[in-house]
């Protein structure tokens, strides 16, 4: 069946650098969402990809989607402190599957 | 609007006792989805329901059934726990299954010894 796979499974920042986090489809998927968990709440959507090679920021944030929609990746740039959480793809809507996740932690 | 809610936070229960998972979202949507979440695993889809009156299994059915009760509600039931069953329980809803973001509840957190 379908696999998404999400690497790195932790990373610890010092603050003010950069983070990326990388998600693979055994597929091609016709669409990719991405969430942020903060330690203790509940998923959070933070976007959704759909067209092949689509770029799309949300102020530090950069999300993109390859080429052949069967991966995709976060940059943050600058951490801060309040990026602490857990980064989960997950994809397609109508057959949802969640990478495993980053869990990001941000050293002051 | 309270968004998604469930209830219960938190339940104990003991090896073969059964229990319900309720979730509620006030948002009119058509959509409703189950989740597990395990520690490293990310979220596995148990159950959806892609409008009121339907329900389909998704990666991790067995063990589990649901109800769609209307279109606000949809229960998780569990008629013999088991301990492999232990994990955080998220209820998610969204308008329709296709193109849309999901809004989770805040979870129940289930442990079975």
């Known amino acids: 069946g379908q696999q998404v796979m999400q690497i790195p499974q932790y990373q610890h920042v010092q603050e003010g650098e950069d983070f990326t986090t990388y998600c693979n489809s055994s597929?091609?998927?016709?669409?990719i969402q991405w969430y942020k968990q903060r330690p203790g709440g509940h998923p959070v959507f933070l976007i959704q990809l759909v067209k092949s090679g689509e770029v799309k920021k949300q102020k530090r944030l950069t999300f993109q989607f390859g080429e052949a929609k069967k991966n995709s990746s976060l940059h943050i740039t600058a951490t801060q402190t309040t990026d602490v959480g857990t980064y989960f793809c997950a994809g397609p809507d109508n057959d949802m599957r969640f990478g495993a996740g980053t869990r990001l932690t941000v050293k002051p | 609007n309270a968004g998604v809610t469930q209830t219960p936070k938190f339940q104990v229960l003991k090896t073969g006792q059964s229990m319900t998972l309720q979730c509620a979202q006030d948002?009119?949507?058509?959509?409703m989805y189950w989740y597990r979440q395990d520690p490293g695993m990310g979220l596995r889809l148990i159950y959806y329901?892609?409008?009121?009156?339907?329900?389909d299994k998704g990666e991790v059915p067995n063990g589990y059934n649901v109800s769609r009760l209307n279109k606000r509600e949809f229960s998780l039931r569990l008629e013999s726990a088991a301990p492999s069953q232990t994990s955080v329980y998220f209820c998610?809803?969204?308008?329709?299954?296709?193109?849309?973001?999901?809004?989770f509840g805040p979870g129940t957190r289930l442990t079975v010894l």
């Open positions: 329901s892609a409008s009121e009156g339907t329900t």
């Open positions: 948002m009119n949507h058509n959509s």
């Open positions: 597929t091609t998927l016709s669409n």
């Open positions: 998610a809803s969204t308008p329709e299954m296709r193109g849309n973001e999901q809004f």
